[in-house]
């Protein structure tokens, strides 16, 4: 089973940048795909950027070239870099793993990320 935690929320002024972290652990192996979505205060949660086991990656609209997400598989690591953070950038951000055997999502916990104004 895969366990995920992500780590690197805050709080940033527009314009800022962050860089989340999501440290996976168990059966790591069985991840086809891994990503980042987010939801803000009443709003449903939005798949923002996601990564195959090949390396290949999709963005939202909304982050595409503010956003880059990778993968350290040596660290068993995700990360997404966030530049250029607008206040609309502010939601809890989730890191997500799809195991393909399983056809099955694991969530991590959450960390919230807050842009001011």
């Known amino acids: 089973q895969v366990q995920l935690v992500e780590s690197g929320g805050g709080l940033v002024q527009t314009g800022g940048r962050l860089r989340l972290s999501c440290s996976t652990s168990?059966?790591?192996?069985?991840?086809?795909?891994l990503a980042w979505y987010r939801q803000a205060p009443g709003k449903q949660r939005e798949l923002i950027a996601q990564?195959?086991?090949?390396?290949?990656?999709y963005y939202a609209d909304s982050v595409k070239g503010r956003f880059t997400i990778s993968r350290d598989d040596a660290k068993n690591t995700m990360y997404l870099q966030m530049n250029s953070l607008k206040p609309e950038d502010t939601a809890v951000y989730y890191c997500?793993?799809?195991?393909?055997?399983?056809?099955?999502?694991?969530w991590g916990q959450g960390t919230q990320v807050t842009v001011s104004s």
């Open positions: 997500n793993a799809f195991e393909g055997v399983n056809n099955r999502h694991v």
């Open positions: 168990g059966s790591i192996f069985i991840i086809n795909v």
């Open positions: 990564i195959t086991s090949a390396g290949d990656t």
